[in-house]
């Protein structure tokens, strides 16, 4: 949706808009972070965030429960054991132009209110593209060592590093008695093919690139596996530590190699925008002579003090910025434009390429988002065309390179039946994409369906992929979901099949067995309603509790004139177009005697309210800010109280109840006294602070 767009939606429009995009958004961390799977480039991933930032800039009261922003990477795969994070393992914001980074620079200057003379000087580093991890150490030796997981939980994968000889298993003196070092593991390019080249020998899949095959490495539940791998590590951070920290990002570099650890280099102690710029355009020259993909630079505030002051927005920090190398480009011509069908029957179409390599990596297969991209760029088979990749698995066409070719092929046409169960695709008016209609008749619809219902956030039953669900599908073995939990008396049946075997049939139905207790959110989203993601489900699941209640509910929400409509509607993030979608499935009949008959085979969780977080003497506190503060901007000072769980506001009311009053005050400060605000000079709000 192109920005200006946003200016004419309506507010359900609007809510049903971010409510997709953060599904999006989310569908892609998991692909990216968890399952090593991207399926768009980095620049698209991160222009899809822009899009969700601006329109929830527009309509902040519109924020999905699942806001990307205050999450970092993707909810946690299974198989490892979850450790907490002393301190969050947080991301970086992306700068893309020069203009960014100055801007970097300026805000930063603004928040600490600190002079234009006064030096302000940064650390330069090369970013690596691998994947982060957060190593323990109590009393010089390595106890533990976590991926970033979703910023506050990681996975344990201790057994997995402690092989690597970038890490030291103990630290050289002296050292304080427990500290969190953190860091990239990365696969060196090298290192990379040849561990490719032995893949593709023992009929293994070659993965896309260095930066998947370092997480899918690390990730490996036999650690022995992993211990074969050719993973290295680099340190740039510190999380928790017992002593107090090196006063600069300089200092701290020095300390974290006489520990023992490999730096990041070439960095560089750069003093102004200019320098950073400079640095930038180095890094790019000699990016390719590195041994291992650096997909930008980042920029660190360098003294520690100011870091702390600047501290934190949601999911990265303020000190510090990754300014990211332009995506890499090849050309190469398209040979056949393939459509997949979804869940829902959206067609998408697929770019087949002759292969090329594209930043050290061979690229066969590029997305074509939908039919007006393919008219809008006159892509036609046989077209030489430009790509782009970002540190991807599946690149994006940009554009066909000889448009005037006189030799060129036919204007592509698109299917107006669905390649695989023939029956007709509609696109309905104003919608991007095309749907099969062959609902429950169509065999990719249903297989995706059932691939959906036993994915890693729904049931989570592994062992079916692709090729077996289809061959259930077409053997009659499993048409819907329900026939998934009496396939045990198949068994034996299976068995014999070509390619199954005992011990793999037997672990299907252990595994099958393994999920007939479910939880209520888990359930809803399994159920693949159509705008109903994980998130969605989960309000839906903590607003009605069980099963049953939420059953009753939606069948009564029917008449939209019923308290039970209204209801509905009036939950945070659930609009009328949601609503519509969650009506509409339950009016169908085959949908409810489905869930009647998952019923009797699963068990339903009810659903289980979170532990409340701790407090703090401003947690669910409502405060003003009036004034000149001279020890913090008024951006620090709002921060700071944001941090500390209270609400700023723009005016004082009888629900404020802080006024924090600094020099000049105006009449803010009146209104507070006459309606008995409590009114703080910047003295007592420190106080506060320190408190
Ligand atoms: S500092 C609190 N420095 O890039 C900030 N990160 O896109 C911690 N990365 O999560 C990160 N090179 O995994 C930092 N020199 C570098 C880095 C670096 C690569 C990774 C890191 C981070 C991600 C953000």
């Given at each position: 949706?192109?920005r200006?767009?946003?200016?004419?939606l309506?507010?359900?429009?609007?809510a049903?808009?971010?409510?997709?995009?953060?599904?999006?958004?989310?569908?892609?961390?998991?692909?990216?972070?968890?399952?090593?799977?991207?399926?768009?480039?980095?620049?698209?991933?991160?222009?899809?965030?822009?899009k969700?930032?601006?329109?929830?800039?527009?309509?902040?009261?519109?924020k999905?429960?699942?806001?990307?922003?205050?999450?970092?990477?993707?909810?946690?795969?299974?198989?490892?054991?979850?450790?907490?994070?002393?301190?969050?393992?947080?991301?970086l914001?992306?700068?893309?132009?020069?203009?960014?980074?100055?801007?970097?620079?300026a805000?930063?200057?603004?928040?600490?209110?600190?002079?234009?003379?006064?030096?302000?000087?940064?650390?330069?580093?090369?970013k690596i593209?691998?994947?982060?991890?957060?190593?323990?150490?109590e009393?010089?030796?390595?106890?533990?060592?976590?991926?970033?997981?979703?910023?506050?939980?990681?996975?344990?994968?201790?057994a997995?590093?402690?092989?690597?000889?970038?890490?030291?298993?103990?630290?050289?003196?002296p050292?304080?008695?427990?500290?969190?070092?953190?860091?990239?593991?990365?696969?060196?390019?090298?290192?990379?093919?040849?561990?490719?080249?032995a893949?593709?020998?023992?009929?293994?899949?070659?993965?896309a690139?260095?930066?998947?095959?370092?997480?899918?490495?690390?990730?490996?539940?036999?650690?022995?596996?992993?211990?074969k791998?050719?993973?290295?590590?680099?340190?740039?951070?510190l999380?928790?530590?017992?002593?107090?920290?090196?006063?600069?990002?300089?200092?701290l570099?020095?300390?974290?190699?006489?520990?023992?650890?490999?730096?990041?280099?070439?960095?560089?102690?750069?003093?102004?925008?200019d320098?950073l710029?400079?640095?930038y355009?180095?890094?790019?020259?000699?990016?390719?002579?590195?041994?291992f993909?650096?997909?930008?630079?980042?920029?660190?505030?360098?003294?520690?003090?100011?870091?702390?002051?600047?501290?934190?927005?949601?999911?990265s920090?303020?000190?510090?910025?990754?300014?990211?190398?332009?995506a890499?480009?090849?050309?190469?011509?398209?040979?056949?434009?393939g459509?997949?069908?979804?869940?829902?029957?959206?067609?998408?179409?697929?770019?087949?390429?002759?292969?090329v390599?594209?930043?050290?990596?061979?690229?066969?297969?590029?997305?074509?988002?939908?039919?007006?991209?393919?008219?809008?760029?006159?892509?036609?088979?046989?077209?030489?065309?430009?790509i782009?990749r970002?540190?991807?698995?599946?690149?994006?066409?940009?554009?066909?390179?000889?448009?005037?070719?006189?030799?060129?092929?036919?204007?592509?046409?698109?299917?107006?039946h669905?390649?695989?169960?023939?029956?007709?695709?509609?696109?309905?008016?104003g919608?991007?994409?095309?749907?099969?209609?062959?609902?429950?008749?169509?065999?990719?619809?249903?297989?995706?369906?059932?691939?959906?219902f036993?994915?890693?956030?729904?049931f989570?039953?592994?062992?079916?992929?692709e090729?077996?669900?289809?061959?259930?599908?077409q053997?009659n073995?499993?048409?819907?979901?329900v026939?998934?939990?009496?396939?045990?008396?198949?068994?034996?049946?299976?068995?014999?099949?070509?390619?199954?075997?005992?011990?793999?049939?037997?672990?299907?139905?252990?595994?099958?067995?393994?999920?007939?207790?479910?939880?209520?959110?888990?359930?809803?989203?399994?159920?693949?309603?159509?705008?109903?993601?994980?998130?969605?489900a989960?309000?839906?699941?903590?607003h009605?509790?069980?099963?049953?209640?939420?059953?009753?509910?939606?069948?009564?929400?029917?008449?939209?004139?019923?308290?039970?409509r209204?209801?509905?509607?009036?939950i945070?993030?659930?609009?009328?177009l949601?609503?519509?979608?969650?009506?509409?499935?339950?009016?169908?009949?085959?949908?409810?005697?489905?869930?009647?008959?998952l019923?009797?085979?699963?068990?339903?969780?009810?659903?289980?309210?979170p532990t409340?977080?701790?407090?703090?003497?401003?947690?669910?506190?409502?405060?003003?800010?009036?004034?000149?503060?001279?020890?913090?901007s008024?951006?620090?000072?709002?921060?700071?109280a944001?941090?500390?769980?209270?609400?700023v506001?723009?005016?004082?009311?009888?629900?404020?109840?802080?006024?924090?009053?600094?020099?000049?005050?105006?009449s803010?400060?009146?209104?507070?006294?006459?309606?008995?605000?409590?009114?703080?000079?910047?003295?007592?709000?420190?106080?506060?602070?320190?408190s």
């Open positions: 949706m192109p200006d767009l946003f200016s004419i309506s507010e359900s429009e609007a049903a808009a971010l409510q997709d995009m953060a599904r999006e958004i989310a569908r892609h961390d998991v692909l990216y972070h968890q399952k090593d799977v991207p399926e768009i480039s980095d620049a698209a991933y991160d222009a899809l965030l822009q969700y930032r601006d329109l929830r800039a527009r309509f902040p009261h519109l999905p429960a699942d806001d990307p922003e205050e999450r970092v990477g993707a909810p946690l795969a299974s198989g490892f054991a979850k450790v907490a994070h002393d301190l969050p393992m947080l991301s914001a992306n700068a893309f132009t020069e203009t960014d980074v100055t801007e970097f620079v805000r930063i200057r603004r928040f600490l209110n600190w002079p234009d003379e006064s030096p302000l000087s940064f650390m330069a580093e090369p593209d691998g994947l982060s991890c957060s190593l323990r150490y009393k010089g030796a390595l106890v533990g060592a976590a991926t970033r997981g979703d910023g506050r939980m990681g996975e344990n994968i201790t997995n590093v402690c092989t690597m000889a970038d890490i030291p298993t103990q630290l050289n003196a050292f304080p008695d427990r500290l969190d070092i953190r860091g990239e593991i990365y696969i060196n390019r090298a290192d990379f093919i040849g561990l490719n080249r893949r593709e020998i023992e009929g293994e899949l070659p993965f690139n260095p930066r998947n095959a370092a997480a899918g490495s690390v990730r490996q539940l036999d650690p022995t596996i992993s211990a791998r050719p993973l290295r590590f680099f340190a740039y951070a999380g928790a530590c017992s002593e107090a920290m090196p006063e600069s990002q300089h200092a570099r020095a300390q974290i190699a006489a520990w023992g650890f490999r730096l990041n280099e070439p960095a560089r102690l750069c003093m102004n925008p320098d710029l400079d640095f355009h180095f890094m790019g020259s000699q990016r390719h002579s590195l041994p993909d650096i997909d930008g630079v980042v920029y660190k505030v360098n003294d520690r003090v100011a870091q702390e002051r600047l501290g934190f927005v949601s999911r920090p303020r000190w510090a910025i990754a300014h990211k190398f332009e890499e480009q090849a050309e190469t011509r398209l040979t056949a434009i459509i997949q069908v979804g869940r829902t029957g959206a067609l998408t179409p697929v770019a087949e390429l002759e292969p390599t594209v930043g050290g990596v061979v690229v066969s297969r590029a997305t074509l988002h939908n039919e007006d991209e393919i008219a809008r760029k006159d892509i036609r088979v046989g077209d030489f065309v430009r782009q970002a540190g991807d698995v599946i690149p994006q066409i940009i554009g066909v390179i000889d448009a005037q070719s006189p030799t060129r092929g036919d204007p592509f046409v698109f299917p107006t669905c390649p695989d169960c023939g029956s007709l695709a509609l696109r309905e008016e919608m991007a994409v095309r749907r099969c209609t062959g609902g429950l008749i169509c065999p990719a619809q249903a297989v995706e369906r059932l691939r959906h036993v994915s890693r956030l729904a989570n039953i592994e062992g079916l992929g090729e077996r669900v289809r061959e259930l599908w053997d073995l499993v048409r819907s979901p026939d998934l939990f009496d396939l045990q008396r198949h068994a034996a049946a299976l068995q014999k099949r070509e390619g199954w075997g005992e011990k793999s049939v037997t672990k299907l139905l252990a595994a099958i067995e393994g999920r007939r207790v479910i939880a209520l959110d888990r359930f809803i989203y399994a159920l693949g309603i159509p705008q109903i993601g994980e998130a969605t989960k309000l839906l699941a903590r009605y509790g069980t099963c049953g209640t939420w059953r009753t509910a939606m069948h009564a929400a029917d008449n939209p004139e019923s308290p039970a209204r209801e509905l509607e009036s945070d993030q659930i609009g009328p949601i609503a519509r979608d969650l009506i509409g499935f339950f009016q169908e009949a085959h949908n409810t005697d489905i869930l009647d008959a019923e009797q085979r699963v068990t339903i969780q009810p659903y289980e309210k409340v977080e701790s407090t703090s003497p401003l947690t669910g506190k409502t405060i003003v800010f009036t004034g000149t503060l001279t020890g913090m008024r951006a620090e000072a709002k921060a700071k944001e941090s500390l769980g209270a609400k506001a723009a005016s004082v009311s009888p629900k404020t109840d802080y006024l924090v009053a600094g020099a000049d005050a105006g803010k400060a009146d209104k507070a006294r006459i309606l008995g605000v409590e009114v703080l000079d910047e003295a007592a709000w420190l106080g506060i602070l320190e």
